[in-house]
């Protein structure tokens, strides 16, 4: 059993859809998490990065973390096409920790 | 700032061929880290440093090595390089710790 699971997709929504993009783990240790988008042929971009459970808001992105349930997840409100990438999940335990583990990625297309 | 860049950016060997690829950094970051990305394979770490003069093997160290002889520069070599090192390689780095990583642009490297 991989450490984080993440539907690969493709994920095709039109666009002004909310989107949810989600990830379940097995380490209950995992207390960082990250949220990353990939545009083809570019370097992963870090979105969003959470500690521990909660919820974090960045403008149309917010991130949600629910340890209790070892699932996070990302929502995109009011999609645009620009958004259409590859969105991996990122997690790793505390501060001292030496791995980070990826998700293996979703990608999203949004149709004009 | 420029954030995490890399150089080449493209690049194809002969098998046996040898090359450095040269990774740098302009946010003082502690950590930088090597990772190659692959279809099917997710983002895999190669080595990491958590500090000038220190280097560390990650999940995939075969076939490479590093050096981090200045905060700023994180190099990866292929002393000789074979088709299976086909891949986009990426650096990173983070500011102390697993989390929260920064990613450059890539390379593109192919061995024929």
């Known amino acids: 059993q991989k450490e984080v699971e993440q539907d690969p997709g493709p994920l095709s929504v039109p666009e002004g859809a909310i989107v949810s993009l989600n990830c379940t783990y097995s380490?209950?240790?995992?207390?960082?998490f990250m949220w990353y988008r990939q545009y083809s042929r570019k370097g992963p971009e870090l979105l969003m990065y959470t500690y521990s459970s909660g919820n974090k808001e960045d403008g149309r992105f917010t991130a949600q973390v629910d340890k209790s349930s070892k699932y996070i997840s990302l929502f995109i409100r009011d999609s645009q096409p620009s958004d259409s990438a590859t969105y991996l999940c990122?997690?790793?335990?505390?501060?001292?920790?030496?791995?980070?583990?990826f998700g293996q990625g979703t990608r999203l297309t949004i149709n004009p | 700032n420029a954030g995490v860049t890399q150089t080449p950016k493209f690049r194809v060997l002969k098998t046996g061929q040898s090359m450095t690829l040269l990774c740098a950094q302009d946010m003082n970051h502690e950590y930088m880290y090597w990772y190659r990305q692959d279809p099917g394979m997710g983002l895999r770490l190669i080595h990491y440093?958590?500090?000038?003069?220190?280097?560390a093997k990650g999940e995939v160290p075969d076939g490479y090595n590093v050096s981090r002889l200045k905060k700023q520069n994180f190099l990866l070599g292929l002393e000789s390089a074979a088709p299976s090192q086909t891949s986009v390689y990426f650096c990173?780095?983070?500011?102390?710790?697993?989390?929260?990583?920064?990613f450059g642009p890539g390379t593109r490297l192919t061995v024929t």
């Open positions: 380490n209950s240790a995992f207390q960082y």
């Open positions: 990173a780095s983070s500011y102390r710790g697993f989390y929260e990583q920064y």
């Open positions: 990122a997690m790793t335990e505390g501060a001292g920790a030496q791995k980070l583990v």
């Open positions: 440093s958590v500090g000038e003069g220190t280097t």
